[in-house]
């Protein structure tokens, strides 16, 4: 799954409202990064 949001307080929100709460929770494929001022990341 990849989440693409304006700011990091966006990605987290984004990452919340799918359950993951806690950087365990989260098991990434690609760390968050920045690419045309957006913050993109992708998770399992």
């Given amino acids: 799954m990849t989440f693409e949001a304006d700011t990091l ?3 987290t929100a984004q990452l919340r409202q799918h ?3 806690l950087l365990t ?5 690609r760390a968050p ?4 001022r957006h913050w993109i ?3 399992e």
């Fill in 25 to 29: 929770d989260v098991h990434f494929i």
């Fill in 41 to 43: 990341c992708t998770v």
């Fill in 33 to 36: 990064y920045r690419h045309d």
């Fill in 19 to 21: 359950g993951k709460f």
């Fill in 9 to 11: 307080q966006h990605l």
